[in-house]
Each structure stands twice: as structure tokens, then as C-alpha cells.
T-cell receptor, first 113, second 112 residues
């Protein structure tokens, strides 16, 4: 079982560069989300999707774009990287229903120089 | 946004029992999750409470009081491998609300 797969695992960018963090799940989950985790801040929601073609903003969406063209994939795009976006990024997915736990990918550790 | 509060750090002895508390605004959430996160790894699901009371799952139990805006995670017979961060997360009230709001996590250190 692959579960939630994130690529790359590590990435170093220069300020102003753009890149896409990939997330794929093979569990046919309707709900997918992106979080960032910073020391002392906990997990903060960036964007989420309740199904293909539907996305919405979370708590900290500025500087990030998402799309959901298929049920399986939910890429996160950094438009113009800034040092403040240095973080660990987690993708998660779940069935859409009360009490359905979110399954997390292994994370992408991103450094912006 | 809605706040979820939990202690930053706790230390407990191997073999002991530890209770990790989580408080939140009562009007904000419908259902509380607990996740475990080892250093450098992804969070993994431990428990979910939507009704008041205690849910027991092996060495781990979780309690919810909706009227008090209070939850706790109880870990019994502590093992060294239980050293991790424990994350409390609330699911917002309202149909179709699946996004979670996480507390900042409690780092538990288990000592011999």
C-alpha cells in the first residue's frame, strides 16, 4: 500500500524560484489537504480540496496555489519562493465523513535561501 | 481562527501513566482527533472522539467533554517508543467541514 506519496523529500530553492510539490494518494480519498509545520507553530492548513475540481483556502494560503484535476493528485505550487516559506510540508488525505482520520505523507523539507 | 491549547512539553517515567490535556473553544469544533508524531516523521492517527466520554484503545485512551471544551489523551504503561509529539486537532462544526485545526503539539519525553 503506497498511501500518500510526496515528492521530493528534500528541496533547496533560491528566493524567487518557483516549484511544485507533488502529492498523490491511491486510496480513492475525496478530501486532500496541504499543511506546513514550523517549530512552535504546529500544523497549519494551506489549501484543501473536497473533490476533483474543487479547492479552497486554509489558514495560510498566500504564496501558494493548488489544483485538483484528478482524485489522486493534489500538487502545491510555490509561485515565487521566499525565505518565510522554509518549512516542512505535509500532504494528507481522507474519506469525506465524520471521524475519518487524515493519512499523512512523509513530508517535504523545503529550504529557501 | 479557533484556538486549541495544549502544553508544550511533558516528561514521564517509563512504565508510568501520563495525561496530555487539550482545551478549545466549545462553539468551534465538532469532534477531536489525537495524532502521534515522532521526530522527523509524519503524524499518525491515534483516536477520534465526537461524543462525551472515554474511548479506550489498548494502552491509549482519549476523553472528551464537549460542554467544557476539554479533551485528554491518557497513555498507560509508558514505553520509551512513546517519546513523541502528540497533536490535538479539532474538526470545525458544520456539514462538509473536514479541515482540521491543530494545536501546537505536546512533546512527551519518556525517561528510564
Amino acid at each position: 500500500n503506497a498511501g500518500v506519496t510526496q515528492t521530493p523529500k528534500f528541496q533547496v530553492l533560491k528566493t524567487g524560484q518557483s516549484m511544485t510539490l507533488q502529492c498523490a494518494q491511491d486510496m480513492n480519498h475525496e478530501y486532500m489537504s496541504w499543511y506546513r509545520q514550523d517549530p512552535g507553530m504546529g500544523l497549519r492548513l494551506i489549501h484543501y480540496s473536497v473533490g476533483a475540481g474543487i479547492t479552497d483556502q486554509g489558514e495560510v494560503p498566500n504564496g501558494y496555489n493548488v489544483s485538483r484535476s484528478t482524485t489522486e493528485d493534489f500538487p502545491l505550487r510555490l509561485l515565487s519562493a521566499a525565505p518565510s516559506q522554509t518549512s516542512v510540508y505535509f500532504c494528507a488525505s481522507s474519506y469525506a465523513g465524520l471521524g475519518q482520520p487524515q493519512h499523512f505523507g512523509d513530508g517535504t523539507r523545503l529550504s529557501i535561501l | 481562527g479557533q484556538n486549541i491549547d495544549q502544553p508544550t512539553e511533558m516528561t514521564a517515567t517509563e512504565g508510568a501513566i501520563v495525561q496530555i490535556n487539550c482545551t478549545y473553544q466549545t462553539s468551534g469544533f465538532n469532534g477531536l482527533f489525537w495524532y502521534q508524531q515522532h521526530a522527523g516523521e509524519a503524524p499518525t492517527f491515534l483516536s477520534y472522539n465526537v461524543l462525551d466520554g472515554l474511548e479506550e484503545k489498548g494502552r491509549f485512551s482519549s476523553f472528551l467533554s464537549r460542554s467544557k471544551g476539554y479533551s485528554y489523551l491518557l497513555l498507560k504503561e509508558l514505553q520509551m517508543k512513546d517519546s513523541a509529539s502528540y497533536l490535538c486537532a479539532g474538526r470545525p462544526s458544520g456539514a462538509g467541514s473536514y479541515q482540521l485545526t491543530f494545536g501546537k503539539g505536546t512533546k512527551l519525553s519518556v525517561i528510564p
